[in-house]
């Protein structure tokens, strides 16, 4: 099994920044995708960045220009880091993480537990 623990959530002002990581750990071969999504109250949760194990990266046309997500292959871990945060980017954002389980090579998917980020203006 795998596990995921997100980070760096909160409370921040309009302009500010925040980076959340998530950190995965468990019966790891490989990662092959890393993805934030977020879900702002009320609403279906959507993808915001998504990065593969090949460097191909995606970001939403809401975010593109503030937000940056990477990962630390060493330590199987994603970032987003969050810049000039608005309002509207107020949200809970989970990970998601796609791997090659070392229990038989299968892929399996997983979803961090989420964090809250409130931007105030």
């Known amino acids: 099994q795998v596990q995921l623990v997100e980070s760096g959530g909160g409370l921040v002002q309009a302009g500010g920044s925040l980076r959340l990581s998530c950190e995965a750990s468990?019966?790891?071969?490989?990662?092959?995708?890393m993805a934030w999504y977020q879900q702002p109250p009320g609403k279906q949760r959507e993808l915001v960045a998504r990065?593969?194990?090949?460097?191909?990266?995606n970001i939403a046309d809401s975010v593109k220009g503030r937000f940056t997500i990477s990962r630390d292959n060493a330590k199987n871990t994603v970032y987003l880091q969050m810049n000039s945060l608005k309002p509207e980017d107020t949200a809970a954002y989970y990970c998601y993480v796609e791997v090659v389980s070392t229990l038989g090579r299968r892929i399996y998917a997983y979803w961090g537990q989420g964090t809250q980020v409130t931007v105030s203006s």
């Open positions: 468990g019966s790891i071969f490989s990662i092959n995708v």
């Open positions: 990065l593969t194990s090949g460097g191909s990266t």
